[in-house]
């Protein structure tokens, strides 16, 4: 009963709560600029120094961990890990950017409670959108078979050709992005059924492909809805993409667009595509032209067929094996979703927003939640109404 009370004050406070905290004011913003166009500027070092010791005050705070149903996370391995893992995404200009921001941090009287709000922003603004995304496009995929033990009878291969087509509002990008890929899984080299060779053989082992997005379509909604915005955060999904992950201001301006870019894609088999979109696995860019390493992380392939021992060193190489001219993946959008991967499992926010999903979906349009009081206020309200349908039935079953 008493946890009951709690977590119905929680969703009305929650639901109450609207005013923009400091890291999303135009004075914020300010001072982050201030600190990387400074003069003299400061240096990368000396910037991430006062960066490390500022979450290391955190660190030290009761206050370093937030509960959201139960679930809980430290906002201090959220900011350490944008610092871990900036020059992965965009090098020293990323660095200087995520230490920048926990700088700016440091002129309020409350700094760690800066801090904690500012990692709430990363963890809503950043991760959750790029976590979620993956709830969406498994959601938008039509349904087929998850994997096939041998080569389909010819009348059923038909079949699922026509049901991939139709119900795939993307067939023709989905058709070049087969040829340039050579109707194969461009990690583990699994055969699609629309290859030649299938069609033309039937003892040819195969399988169901789909088109990966590395960046998902979601984002570029998010952005659209952050462009018209009447406030601009300090690190709002729209900075975070501009200043860390590096996207030019042009790409940006029509990341819509780009997001169904052939350069924003490749073949991968359905259980490989569905464990990519939830960041369960990576790739990570390796010496020489449009070549990358596969990481992944847990005890766990994620489905992909590679030898246990040799996943480690399994380099995947882009090429257009159509030879007509398909753009093949942009290296800053793998670097992207590389940093995102990594961020989530090393600041546990992986987890966090895994069971998050698990128990609220939010399978909906993401621009309705861009912040992070939005996120408690769903969540909570769904409790609340949980609580709320209980007493109901239990009145009705006690009369």
């Not at 004011?25 to 960066?51: N, W, Y």
């Not at 959201?68 to 350490?80: D, N, Q, Y």
């Not at 119900?167 to 050579?182: A, Y």
């Not at 992380?297 to 480690?312: M, Q, S, T």
Request: charged content about 20%; proline content about 4%; hydrophobic content about 40%.
């Amino acid at each position: 009963m008493g946890s009951t009370f709690v977590r119905a004050t929680q969703a009305a406070r929650f639901a109450n709560s609207e005013s923009l905290s400091e890291v999303e004011s135009g004075a914020f913003a300010e001072r982050v600029q201030s600190i990387l166009h400074g003069t003299p500027p400061k240096d990368v070092s000396t910037l991430f120094q006062q960066a490390s010791e500022l979450i290391m005050q955190l660190e030290s705070d009761s206050r370093d961990n937030y509960v959201v149903a139960e679930m809980s996370l430290k906002p201090s391995r959220i900011l350490r890990a944008s610092l871990d893992h900036a020059e992965q995404c965009n090098g020293q200009s990323a660095l200087c950017y995520a230490c920048a921001v926990v700088v700016a941090c440091s002129s309020n009287m409350d700094v760690v409670e800066l801090l904690v709000d500012l990692s709430k922003v990363w963890l809503s603004n950043f991760l959750f959108i790029f976590r979620a995304s993956g709830v969406q496009a498994q959601a938008g995929q039509p349904s087929r078979p998850s994997s096939l033990i041998g080569p389909p009878p010819q009348g059923i291969l038909e079949a699922m050709l026509e049901a991939a087509d139709a119900g795939s509002p993307n067939r023709e990008r989905t058709e070049r992005l087969l040829k340039r890929d050579g109707y194969r899984c461009v990690v583990d080299g699994s055969m699609s059924y629309r290859h030649p060779d299938v069609i033309a053989n039937a003892d040819v082992s195969c399988g169901p492909m789909e088109a990966a997005r590395i960046i998902p379509r979601a984002i570029g909604r998010v952005i659209l809805e952050e462009q018209s915005a009447t406030h601009q955060s300090a690190v709002s999904t729209l900075s975070i993409l501009k200043n860390y992950c590096g996207i030019p201001a042009e790409m940006l301006n029509n990341m819509a667009g780009n997001i169904n870019g052939d350069d924003n894609g490749f073949i991968l088999g359905v259980t490989v595509h569905r464990t990519f979109d939830k960041f369960n696995w990576t790739l990570v860019p390796v010496e020489g032209q449009n070549r990358y390493r596969v990481e992944y992380f847990g005890r766990n392939c994620h489905g992909l067929k590679v030898p246990w021992d040799e996943i480690a060193t399994h380099i995947v190489e882009f090429k257009d094996d159509s030879n007509t001219g398909i753009d093949v993946p942009h290296r800053l959008y793998i670097r992207i979703h590389a940093a995102v991967a990594c961020m989530l499992h090393i600041s546990g926010a992986g987890n966090f927003l895994n069971e998050l999903l698990r128990k609220y979906g939010f399978d909906d349009d993401l621009t309705a939640i861009p912040r992070f009081e939005n996120l408690l206020r769903r969540v909570e309200m769904q409790i609340l109404s949980e609580i709320c349908h209980h007493t109901m039935h239990m009145g009705i079953h006690s009369m």
